[in-house]
DNA sequence: TTGTAGGCGTTATCAA
DNA sequence: TTGATAACGCCTACAA
């Protein structure tokens, strides 16, 4: 007589005690690690864990403790964003790093769809994590209400323009980085400098102008700044050219990230002239966009995985109740190839 | 007299009950869209809810439902090829979008360090996730082992060497697609074609060099494969010089992955050959790498979004208590580029 | 050092 | 239609 072979039942503290002889509790506190068990009943326990295989409930635990030690991370990009974009990876990697230390789990949540977003939502306020950290948030989305209204512990990786409240933004130091790369630009030689500005609307892309501002100063000319509402190949490509009409003796121009660098490129080339002898290029992002062109970018590179591990410092900080910064901003290092 | 501004306890079913006068069934019945909830009662608890600020505790739920629509999706890649290989973001949202479908959570669990991997198999013991997917999961590792003794519904991609029973596995037809693009190769006019045989202690690695021994027939020549450990670029780099040395009449070579083709051309390059005429590439993969390359790669492009949605199907028919099928290949395409 | 029993927030069964 | 009440699997006083 073999027992029943279809989907038994999992073993529960209550089927080990019964083994074991001894009390639900007293298997709980082993199990726990904790002291007060005497070497007989652990014997006794350990032999009735292995022969009836048990393996403790997160779920239940998770219930009465009312604390998961796991934080989501919500990944909101669209679609081919994530798909190409290292960075993310990054991101992910260096988050996962520091919430390891810490030994909480990392569950990353996508969403791709309209349906993700509810089911997200309904996730987070399940209970099932204790924290979150949310890269490329939209401003007001369930997701984003949903964390704001059950006070979740957060720490967003970027700043969701008009966001709100109690949560910890991770950044990167776009006027500075903007800066830093355009005077490199200057130090090369060039004098007609413009830019392609993009997303304007956004606060990366305002901080680039700014930053490309700041560094120009007296030589700074609105007239060769050219916005542009993407940060898109096509976008670049057709920004370029309205700036090459317009000002056909420039002889460099920072692009507000590299997607956008790269279409810059191909006008530039379609005008008959050469990157970077005759005009100097650089972007931002150090994306594969970076490394696609000919000749390879020089632009900025976003130190994703500090970021990543900087907004799960952040989370866990306010797991432990404490008030971390509201917003921590990193520095980025400039990679410097063929296009300046 | 204001309410605490501390931490308020979230409100429950209970609270919500007491607050429309009606009983915790009913409360239940309600949140749950049932029938049997009359018109009176369903205002009392809407405006209860509203004013309480209720939301329903998932983990509880799963806990007394036994099952908690969601799967996990366990990534177990060596660090740089989660950041850069593009096919890992396609599988994910490949299986998302099907989880998604069938309403159920995908939460990706990455495993990076040693420490993750306990945790990530305390995680999928918990009671957590209804079923998992693996992707490239090694052979003995704690996270499979526990896969294995929880009977938890599960699908991988990719077949791990040695790999147990009662699992699917979702694969890409590897000798298939090397003989493929091998024999495109020699219609090109090729006549000496070597290889660059990476990771040969994995399935990937030991059936393309199958594929490709199989679609050169007599012409295969022992001596042109060279065996390099990883699929990488410098990998590929190294292999291409030594092959090169050995075999310098050669007109044609596959690399067993992009990023390996990639550091081969760099290797024929610099011994003064050109790509593609006087040797033809051809990669696997179709990552970032074979478009970045001059000329870029001719190569094998994986369904890779297929594979995610594929397994993803696996696990969702195994929860449903279906026996799928036990291995599903899947055909792969080429893309013919400039390199061959 | 151990056992008992109450509770975590839900759902489900069964009377009423 | 509704309301008790018993699970779900675990932790934790408290008492012994």
Redesign the pocket.
């Known amino acids: 007589m073999t027992t029943k072979p279809t989907r038994s ?2 073993a ?3 089927d080990v005690a019964l083994e074991a ?6 298997v ?2 082993y ?2 690690g904790e ?4 070497a ?2 652990r014997e006794a326990i350990e032999a009735a864990i292995a022969k009836v295989g ?4 997160t779920a ?2 998770n ?4 604390r998961t030690q796991a934080v989501g991370f919500i990944v909101h990009e669209p679609h081919s964003l994530f798909v190409e974009d290292p960075n993310i990876g990054e991101i992910l990697l260096g988050a996962n790093t520091r919430l390891s230390e810490a030994d909480h789990q990392m569950a990353v949540l996508i969403v791709d769809t309209e349906r993700d977003t509810d089911r997200v939502a309904r996730y987070l306020s399940g209970g099932l994590v204790d924290g979150v950290i949310i890269v490329s948030a939209r401003a007001d989305d369930p997701v984003t209400r949903v964390v704001d209204r059950l006070r979740l512990p957060a720490a967003y990786v970027g700043h969701p323009p008009g966001a709100a409240g109690s949560a910890s933004f991770v950044v990167i130091d776009n006027v500075g980085a903007a800066a830093s790369i355009t005077r490199r630009l200057m130090e090369t030689g060039r004098r007609r400098i413009g830019m392609i500005a993009a997303a304007l609307d956004r606060d990366s892309g305002a901080d680039r102008l700014s930053g490309f501002r700041e560094a120009l100063g007296d030589a700074f000319d609105e007239a060769l700044v050219e916005p542009v509402p993407l940060y898109s190949y096509s976008a670049g490509r057709d920004g370029m050219r309205r700036l090459l009409d317009r000002a056909p003796d420039l002889d460099g121009v920072f692009a507000a990230s590299d997607a956008v660098a790269a279409g810059a490129i191909e006008a530039i080339k379609e005008s008959g002239r050469s990157v970077p002898d005759d005009i100097g290029v650089v972007g931002f992002d150090d994306s594969a966009w970076a490394q696609r062109t000919t000749p390879a970018l020089s632009t900025v590179r976003q130190p994703a995985a500090g970021l990543g591990a900087e907004a799960a410092r952040l989370v866990l900080a306010r797991l432990r109740g404490d008030e971390p910064a509201t917003e921590v901003r990193l520095d980025c290092d400039i990679v410097w190839r063929g296009s300046a």
């Not at 048990?54 to 409930?57: A, K, Q, S």
């Not at 219930?63 to 009312?66: A, G, I, Y």
């Open positions: 039942k999992r529960t503290v209550h002889g001894v009390s639900r509790g007293t709980s506190r199990v726990n002291r007060y068990v005497s007989a009943a048990y393996v403790p409930n239940a635990r219930l009465v403790m009312q």
